[in-house]
């Protein structure tokens, strides 16, 4: 398996304009996580789903953030509109079932930035 | 989840083992003790998880004391490419876990 990927690997974007992150998991895992790495704030959850269905979105920090997985294979994280304090490197990571005893396996995440 | 309190940074001489203590004195019965790494620019790495029992797998090994207060991750013979920042995580067992990192201990492997 080629593990988690996501695309793009690097984003330039202007602030105001909208930025769609992708995350396609491991085939077979039913946990996909969204995290937001920063030098000041370390690595944050945003939001994970189990079996495609949002189970804690408490970590997204606005509502200029939205997450979808509308199926097993594909997640996007949408930020509209983008603002310079959204740089980060964006990490998605997936399990291979909800619960214990699972490790989680991390892309190699989406370094965003937002001029 | 029970929080974690690791040393910001250690440093090892290659060849010679690493011992990444973590302390975790709020941890309930039922939560496990992963540890993960993060090497420059790429995403975390999973290394190894307990309960109670010493745990060992071919990247290290992971001794929690009796009263699983704290734990300490051991890499037996540390090289160049384990310089990395180590994140200690307590969790709770239930469906659906998600792992909430803390700022863990940057390990600078020297020659």
């Known amino acids: 398996d080629a593990g988690v990927i996501q695309s793009p690997r690097h984003e330039v974007t202007e602030m105001g304009q909208e930025v769609t992150l992708r995350c396609k998991p491991i085939?077979?895992?039913?946990?996909l996580f969204w995290y937001r790495q920063t030098m000041m704030r370390g690595l944050e959850l945003l939001i994970y789903f189990n079996n495609n269905v949002p189970i804690d979105d408490s970590g997204m920090p606005e509502d200029r953030f939205s997450a979808k997985m509308p199926n097993a294979s594909f997640s996007t994280l949408k930020i509209q509109p983008s603002e310079p304090r959204d740089s980060a490197v964006y990490f998605c990571?997936?399990?291979?079932?909800?619960?214990?005893?699972?490790?989680?396996?991390f892309g190699q995440g989406t370094r965003l930035t937002v001029v | 989840d029970a929080k974690t309190t690791q040393p910001p940074s250690m440093d090892c001489a290659e060849g010679r083992a690493a011992n990444l203590p973590c302390n975790h004195s709020?941890?309930?019965?039922?939560?496990?003790v992963y540890w993960y790494r993060q090497i420059h620019s790429q995403g975390p790495q999973y290394i190894i998880h307990g309960l109670k029992n010493n745990e060992t797998n071919e990247m290290a090994s992971l001794i929690i004391t009796e009263d699983r207060k704290s734990s300490t991750l051991i890499l037996p013979h540390a090289t160049l490419r384990d310089t990395a920042v180590y994140y200690c995580?307590?969790?709770?067992?239930?469906?659906?876990?998600?792992?909430?990192f803390g700022k863990g201990t940057s390990l600078l492997v020297t020659p």
């Open positions: 085939s077979g895992h039913n946990s």
């Open positions: 709020t941890i309930s019965g039922n939560e496990y």
């Open positions: 995580i307590v969790r709770v067992t239930s469906p659906g876990y998600a792992l909430n």
């Open positions: 990571a997936s399990s291979p079932r909800a619960g214990l005893n699972t490790e989680a396996f």
